[in-house]
């Protein structure tokens, strides 16, 4: 009965570690789940975050153009008033230098 007694004996010890390393395989599967859902998180997070950097740098880019061509838009805009101005100031004196010269005669 002691044979019968300590195979019974050594067949639960071997359940019992059976038990334990499957207990340990779920653990550390578990915490391996865990370990790539935390991981996922933190990547989305940085990839959003760089996201958010990246079209904030475009917008100072895009932006910096769209100055760019505002400025040039006004300065051609004044340059074209300034020719405006001066060719009406012009106007009269060339309109009186031109009669002038046609209608003298010189003899």
Do not use: P
């Amino acid at each position: 009965m002691d044979e019968t007694g300590g195979i019974q004996l050594l067949l639960a010890a071997e359940q019992d570690a059976q038990r334990i390393v499957v207990s340990a395989r779920a653990g550390k599967t578990q915490r391996l789940r865990q370990a790539k859902e935390e991981a996922e998180r933190e990547i989305a997070g940085f990839r959003a975050q760089r996201e958010e950097e990246f079209k904030k740098k475009q917008d100072v880019s895009t932006g910096s153009v769209d100055s760019n061509v505002k400025r040039l838009e006004e300065e051609t805009d004044a340059k074209i008033q300034q020719l405006t101005k001066e060719s009406s100031q012009k106007s009269n004196e060339v309109t009186s230098f031109l009669l002038k010269y046609v209608t003298t005669v010189k003899v």
